[in-house]
Structure formats: C-alpha cells, structure tokens
C-alpha cells in the first residue's frame, strides 16, 4: 500500500504525509477520532464558522513542525530522519487526550486529569500497538531528549502548536487581529547552546505574535458568550451526572452514560484496563444527541437547560474586574427561583461563575531568546515596544452568568 498522501488544507495548502509512521498515525482509531471534536468547542456559538476540527490542528501543527525542521537543518543543525519523524509524530498526536468540545468539558469527565497528562497515557498505548515506534516522540514529548529545541518546538513559546491554532482559529473565525506570520517567525528560528532562539530579526514578527495571541484570548477564548455557553453545558452534565448517580436511566450514548454513571478518578482511569477505550470512543456527537435526547425528559431542570442550549438561548454574563458579591449571586439566584418555580438550591444549576486570567508572555514557560550577532538577550531586552512589566502583566477577569428566561 502506498502510504505517501497529501491532504489539501485550506489554511496551509498541501500538507504530505510522508512515511509510514505518519500514515499509521492518522489511520488510527484514536487519531481519526479529532475529526468528531471540533478545535474551538462552543465558540461557534459567537463565530459560526468555527467550525474546524482538532484533526485539521494536528496536521497544520505537523506542517509546521516539518517547516521548522527544514529551516533548522538549511542552517547546519543535524537532526536524524529518526528525530524529524518522532517530532512530526509527537505533533500528530498532541491532542488526542481531548474531551468532547476539546476544553469545554475537561474536568467533567475524568475529574483531577487535564488532557495533557490522557495524551501522554493514550501515546503510550499507542506506542505499544506499534512496538516502540514512537519511542522517540515520546522522548521527544516528555523533554527528555538530548536535543532540547525539538521539545521546545513542541511546547515552548514559539511551539508549532501555537503558531498553528492562531492562524487557524484566525481563519475560520474571521478574526484577522489575531492572524500570524507562521512562515516568518519559522524562518527566524534558530538553535543556539542546544536550546531554540529567534535571529534578532524576527523580533517584530514576535511582537505581533504576542499581540495576536492576547487578542485571540480576549476575542475568541475568553469571549463572554463563549464562557457562558461552557458553564451552561457544564451545569446541564452536573445535572445529568446527579440523576444518573441517583439510577436514572436518562437517554444518552453508551460511553456518555458509563461516565455519568461513574465518578473516574485519575488513579480509576489509569488503572484500569477499559475506561481508557470508553474514553477514546467519547467525541461531540455523545453531547449532541445527548442534549437532544434530555431536552424533552421529565426532570425540570436537565429539560430547560438542554433546551435552551440546543435554542443558543445561552447564560447572559457580566464581566467585571472586581470580585462578583455574594449576596448580587443570591438575589440572582432567588430571582430565577421565583421566576422558574424551583428551590433556591436547584437555581444554582441556572447561574454560574468563572475567573479568567492570562499574560501576554508568561516566562515560567520559558523565554523567549533573540540571537544578536554577539549575544543573546531575553525578548523584554531585544523589544522596542515589548518592555518586562508590559510582558508579564496580568490581566484577571470575572464572569458571572446567569440564566434570562
């Protein structure tokens, strides 16, 4: 079987799939599975056509991470045919541990676990079916490799995770202050003492990155229909999990039902020789039918908000800077009580609060380097506009919101 295929993506144009490995990859159940998981979760609810997909991010973050590795070897830096393949396949797969509606629901499903650390386990698997295939990825993926600027090229600053889903969530949302120069910063790469570095050059490139990625947050990310759609979905599956743990037999997918049933640990999923499977066979299409399903059920209060989720009737919020009050909470509460006929206690399930924070740079992640022709300075000290305090400034937001019936 010929295993070399191109795939026409509409942001970066032809993406090739260029050794059996890679081609293994994307056929594999748990890969082909991010083609049900859309990259963005609810956003589409502000931006209809978010509508793509974390097997389309994959694929882009493994366009760039070849891009990357072309322009680092043109420059003298050896890396293996080895190395290159395990650094494309770790890009591949860097999102498989992903939930329904990616960041949605994580949590809710496999309480104390983020999907990094499901990723790792799911790789893992994996490595196993393919006889230590990808015991380099792994290596590459955990940063225990000896070349430390391919792990940065997978998480880091400048990873080609983040240059593809900026460009890509620009696209399809439609927000262009959020586009980037993927092909320029790339270009700028460099390797210097082992560790990757921008050539001084790229340093007004990285300016506008960062301003985008800020951007992207405050615009897409955290944008406060989007935040309130996720605590309506979050609060309706509360609500679901508590009858279903009550015995009631509520109208869902099979794998849905096992985790509503089930309250899975980390120690539980890790453990055990199934829940991972039930996991992999988890994608958006559980939530879907699911809310269909619940929309007409007896309960109350699973009926009304699944409705009204499925009707974009979502949460309206406010947004403040300050602390929401507890007693503003309560009169709210009370408030739809009274309007809706239910206890002040079930009126929690129709009200919400969330705190948002983020950085334009966060440096516990590791700076970000720029190479002069007889130094290398930290990102704050190359910037004409980029000054430390500007970089590390953090920017806190609370959101409460609230059902409007």
């Known amino acids: 079987m010929n295993k070399n295929k191109i795939i026409n993506d509409p942001v970066f144009g032809f993406i090739s799939i260029q050794s059996d490995l890679l081609y293994d990859i994307v056929t594999h159940p748990y890969f082909q599975r991010l083609n049900r998981i859309k990259q963005l979760g609810l956003a589409s609810v502000v931006y209809p056509g978010a509508q793509h997909t974390r097997f389309q991010h994959s694929l882009?973050?493994?366009?760039?991470?070849?891009?990357?590795?072309?322009?680092?070897?043109?420059?003298?830096?050896?890396?293996?045919?080895?190395?290159?393949?395990?650094a494309l396949a770790i890009m591949l797969l860097h999102d498989?541990?992903?939930?329904?509606?990616?960041?949605?629901?994580?949590?809710?499903?496999?309480?104390?676990v983020d999907h990094e650390n499901i990723t790792l386990f799911l790789v893992n698997k994996i490595n196993q079916e393919f006889n230590g295939r990808l015991n380099t990825a792994l290596s590459i993926f955990k940063n225990e490799h000896p070349k430390k600027f391919l792990h940065q090229l997978v998480s880091g600053q400048l990873d080609t995770d983040r240059l593809d889903y900026l460009r890509r969530d620009s696209f399809f949302t439609g927000v262009v202050e959020g586009n980037i120069g993927s092909a320029r910063i790339i270009r700028m790469l460099n390797v210097y003492n082992g560790e990757l570095v921008l050539e001084a050059k790229g340093t007004y490139s990285i300016e506008q990155y960062l301003l985008a990625r800020r951007l992207m947050y405050w615009q897409v990310y955290f944008h406060?229909?989007?935040?309130?759609?996720?605590?309506?979905?979050?609060?309706?599956?509360?609500?679901?999990?508590?009858?279903?743990?009550?015995?009631?037999?509520?109208?869902?997918?099979?794998?849905?039902?096992f985790f509503l049933k089930n309250t899975i640990s980390q120690n539980v999923f890790f453990s055990s020789n199934d829940v991972y499977k039930i996991y992999t066979e988890l994608d958006d299409s559980d939530i879907w039918c699911s809310l269909k399903s619940w929309s007409k059920n007896e309960d109350y209060i699973l009926s009304t908000l699944s409705k009204s989720f499925l009707n974009r009737k979502i949460f309206k919020t406010k947004v403040?800077?300050?602390?929401?009050?507890?007693?503003?909470?309560?009169?709210?509460?009370?408030?739809?009580?009274?309007?809706?006929?239910?206890?002040?206690?079930?009126?929690?399930?129709?009200?919400?609060?969330?705190?948002?924070?983020?950085?334009?740079?966060?440096q516990i992640e590791g700076e970000i380097n720029v190479l002069h022709k007889d130094s290398v300075k930290h990102l704050s000290e190359s910037s004409d506009i980029l000054s430390s305090a500007a970089l590390s400034e953090h920017v806190s937001k609370h959101y409460f919101s609230f059902y409007e019936y």
Do not use: W
């Open 320 to 362: 403040s800077t300050k602390d929401i009050s507890e007693q503003e909470i309560n009169e709210k509460k009370q408030e739809i009580a009274n309007k809706l006929g239910i206890s002040f206690e079930d009126a929690a399930y129709f009200v919400s609060l969330t705190k948002v924070s983020t950085k334009l740079y966060d």
């Open 96 to 112: 498989i541990g992903h939930g329904p509606l990616s960041h949605s629901l994580e949590q809710f499903i496999v309480t104390d």
């Open 224 to 257: 406060k229909t989007c935040i309130a759609a996720e605590n309506m979905l979050t609060n309706t599956i509360k609500r679901a999990k508590e009858l279903s743990l009550q015995g009631k037999n509520l109208g869902t997918t099979p794998s849905l039902e």
């Open 60 to 86: 882009g973050a493994m366009y760039l991470m070849s891009e990357a590795i072309k322009n680092l070897r043109s420059k003298g830096h050896d890396i293996t045919d080895e190395e290159a393949d395990g």
